[in-house]
């Protein structure tokens, strides 16, 4: 277990999938991990998300069967926010609201001992607005994280107007210790990844609203011919096309520039609750039946 990771309690704020990701992918590391939602139902469901990945790392022999137990023994799942109190770092990881984080924001300020780093694994709304509802906009930056948590190894550390370099710092040490690899952005919509990967991901959505091609050759095009790992709109429902069109939507208002724009495709679908793959529908159909009949 890493030096660093022994000093960072982590607290973790909203129990989703990404929430749980960065719960699971602490407590591999080591770190004792605080979860809090408050409602039961979804601590239920996230401990359980967090039981059958940890399960499928033991089967696949990832981790040994005492390494599985202690991971999940070194985490909690609480409908109480003072009970974060003990965390030396909180990570925010509820619907992409600005003004539901920043609500949170203030009332985690009030909770957290005063040398306690606050971060958001907001994709794109600006971390200045959440420091600002602190008494601590040195302490608060972005932590941005990527689905699958447990997979994938990039953190973006987003440093704010206010945010001091030993913030920085101990971010920069958190991620090494939980096996991530930290890139820096400044604190703009989208900073680096989506930045880049929602005008590819628009651009695709454009593609098959005009009829240019079908969903599958698209997406087969760019698995085989650019080697990414999913093609452009299977990628789009893994994320959920409403969180994508919560992104857009903040890349262009940030920079106005027509390649951030939702197509008018994203929000029908959105409307429709064609969300993706959560919902059970977007670009594909990923009821049993439709999953069974693909080759
Ligand atoms: N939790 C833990 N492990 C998981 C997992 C999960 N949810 N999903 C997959 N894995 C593991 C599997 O166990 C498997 O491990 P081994 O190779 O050791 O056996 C490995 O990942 C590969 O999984 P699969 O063989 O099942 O499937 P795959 O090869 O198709 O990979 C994938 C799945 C990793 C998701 C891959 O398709 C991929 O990398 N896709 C792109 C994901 C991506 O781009 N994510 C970023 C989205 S953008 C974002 O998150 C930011 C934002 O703000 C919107």
Redesign the pocket.
Known sequence: MSDHVSIESVGVVGAGFMGS?IAESSARAGARVLVYEPQQAPLDRSREAIST?VA?AVS?G?LSDDEGNALLARIDWTTDLGALSASTLVIEAVVEDEDVKRELFGRLDAVLGPDALLASNT?SIPIAQLAAATSRPDRVLGL?F???V???KLVEIVVALDTSDATVARAQAFATAIGKTAVRTKDRSGFI??ML?VPYLMAAVRMYEEGFASAEDIDVAMQLGAGH??GPLT?AD??GLD??YA?CNSLYEEFKRDEYAPPPLMKRMVAAGRLGRKSGRGFYDYSPAAVAARP
């Open positions: 990701g990945s499928k696949k990832k994709s941005h990527f689905s699958p447990p997979v994938m990844v989506n990967l790992p999913m990628l893994f994320i969180v994508l992104v």
